[in-house]
């Protein structure tokens, strides 16, 4: 499995330590084509859905059952790690290799998924391929999701060999039993507490928003500050404001950040006319979050009438949280003993998220070397990869018996 991980991270468009696989990029494409070849040496039935979503199944005695899943991400942002999603994907496929060789037999299927662009990075909305199989996002997409370059998620897919109709993608609730995500913690605390396994039992909510706002350009010394509509100021305001509603909500499980700042023209001597900016607010309440939210729609209006810039905010998605199953979450903790393990919420999204709105859904964390991720110097030790693996395993084997 380390040597699959390290295998794994050379599909990237950027040198090692980094890791750059966009969805659907070369390097992506020549990744998913190595897994398949995995998923089809463990004698695995493996098949792709219209957006790349890819099931891996082993098929168990009662195959009409409703199936367990496994499963996360291979996408990358870019000058990223190699662990990020990778360790739920191998990871699922290794528990299930490990369950063989054991000789157990599955009454229910087990199959493990690798979810098309769980990161938002290529088409600016995270989680597409699980939200498409829960049906929080709609075939409608196809059209009107567009890449940076302008081509549309329908374009690109086909491109990329997959020509179906995303309408076929959605997956009705009987179709898993439950659902169960191997995933680093992305955080400090498994680590610091020196504990190997977190046992999620509720994901934050994330809410992210694009963030237009245009002023007025010109000559940097001929305008004098009284006459200036400069939009990268109002950013910076709009910025800190967001900092501001985040941190007034009385409690540090609200966050929020400005991930993109792109500033026209971009001369060193030319006042900003436009700014194209992210935000991106999370919350375990989703009541507290969307509080924040309208404290930053006030703020929003109030620096543009001050500053005579229009700003304009797109949201990108608002979902709701989530709270694991009593069930998975049950059976990983067994699974976890007699070893320690914690109870966590993850604030970070994850495709798990997303197929808690179709199956009976939890997740298990590892530990990550200073709660480090989306950074080259991500890592997680093989001793603790191969922990979350076993129990892992464990809890498949339960869950499918
Ligand atoms: O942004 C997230 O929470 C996930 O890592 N894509
Ligand atoms: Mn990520
Ligand atoms: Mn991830």
Request: glycine residues 8%.
């Amino acid at each position: 499995l380390t040597s699959e991980l390290d295998t794994l991270a050379t599909f990237s468009d950027t040198p090692a330590p980094a890791v750059t696989r966009i969805v659907f990029s070369e390097a992506d494409r020549a990744a998913r084509q190595w897994f398949k070849n995995l998923c089809a040496a463990a004698n695995l039935t493996v098949r792709e859905d219209a957006v790349g979503n890819t099931f891996a199944r082993w098929i168990g005695s009662e195959p009409h059952l409703p199936a367990v899943g496994t499963g996360s991400h291979i996408d990358a942002i870019p000058h990223s790690g190699k662990y990020d999603g990778t360790v739920g994907v191998l990871g699922g496929l290794e528990a299930i290799r490990a369950l063989q060789q054991s000789g157990f037999q599955p009454r229910r299927s087990i199959e493990v998924l690798m979810f098309t662009a769980e990161e938002p990075t290529r088409f600016g909305i995270g989680c597409l391929g699980s939200r498409l199989i829960s049906g929080v996002l709609d075939a409608g997409a196809d059209e009107r999701l567009r890449d940076k370059q302008g081509s549309t998620l329908a374009q690109v897919r086909a491109e990329t060999g997959f020509t179906g109709s995303l309408d076929d993608v959605r997956l009705p609730s009987t179709y898993y039993d439950a659902f169960v995500e191997l995933h680093i913690e992305q955080g400090p605390l498994l680590e610091r507490d020196k504990i190997p396994l977190g046992v999620v039992n509720a994901i934050a909510a994330p809410a992210s928003a694009r963030i237009t706002i245009e002023g007025e350009g010109g000559h940097a010394g001929a305008v004098l500050m009284p006459h200036r509509r400069d939009a990268f100021l109002a950013a910076c305001e709009l910025s800190l404001a967001i900092e501001r509603a985040v941190k007034s909500t009385g409690s540090t499980d609200t966050v929020g950040t400005v991930g993109i700042c792109e500033v026209f023209p971009g001369a060193i001597n030319s006042i900003p006319s436009r700014v194209n900016m992210t935000s991106d607010v999370r919350d375990t309440d989703l009541a507290r979050r969307d509080r924040a939210l309208l404290q930053i729609d006030e703020a929003t209006r109030e620096i543009a009438a001050r500053r005579g810039v229009v700003i304009t905010s797109e949201t990108i998605n608002a979902d709701a949280p989530c709270v694991c199953a009593p069930r998975v979450v049950e059976a990983l903790r067994t699974a976890c003993s007699p070893l320690v393990f914690q109870d966590m919420v993850s604030r970070a999204y994850h495709d798990s998220l997303f197929m808690s709105r179709i199956t009976q859904a939890a997740m298990l964390f590892i530990p990550c070397r200073g709660g480090v991720s989306h950074r080259p110097d991500e890592y997680s030790s093989p001793e603790s990869i191969a922990t979350g693996v076993a129990v892992l395993a464990q809890t498949l084997k339960t869950l499918a018996s």
